[in-house]
């Protein structure tokens, strides 16, 4: 078990640096090609021992959310498997961008999350700690009203993953946009302030105050 895992971050590590296109992905991949193979079992070996103790089920996902804290949280010439510190954290996401009717001509390509009833033009998530669910909240509402009108927030529940420690939520972590994990929803739609415009599942708490 434990070995198959080194082997497919191995693998992960190989596409990520064969997919670099953007300049910084083009940057981070380079200094990803510097570490050699006793350096990348040692970290490969590091992370497989914490999936096997985590609750994610998925080891591409693992990945993802052991790769950007690393790239995120130090320098990547200081590495040293002993000084990184993760922690398993019950994350949420705050997804914000401004909102498409069906008139516009890029609805269909951003109607494809939550409820389908508007096209989610993204410009930005931010994940939290579930934890602080009211800041993003009151985040949220900040955003919505400094925006132009159809902008919007949406938090959903991500679930347990591994983060950095202290907390960076800039992380980039594979969010997903699912209609049953909204906590929360906000827009500005026609001039006027709307609170939970994405109906929350039942077994999810309402924070429209």
Known sequence: ?????????????????????????????????????????????????????????????????????????????????????????????????VLLTQNDSLFQGYSIVYDHKYGYYDENQTAYKKEDLEKAIADARLYVNDGVDMTYAVISDQGICWCSEPFDSSETLGFTFAKEDVLYSIAKINGKIVENFIAIENNKEDHNE
């Open 1 to 97: 078990m434990i070995n198959d895992l080194i082997v497919q971050f191995a693998v992960l590590w190989g596409q990520t640096i064969g997919s670099a296109t953007t300049p910084e992905e083009i940057e981070r991949a380079e200094k990803m090609k510097q570490y050699d193979s006793e350096e990348l079992l040692n970290i490969f070996s590091s992370w497989a021992e914490k999936y096997s103790d985590s609750n994610i089920e998925d080891s591409v996902e693992f990945f993802e959310c052991m790769f950007y804290p690393f790239f995120t949280e130090k320098d990547e010439d200081e590495y040293n498997t002993d000084e990184i510190k993760t922690v398993e954290c019950h994350l949420i996401c705050c997804d914000t961008g």
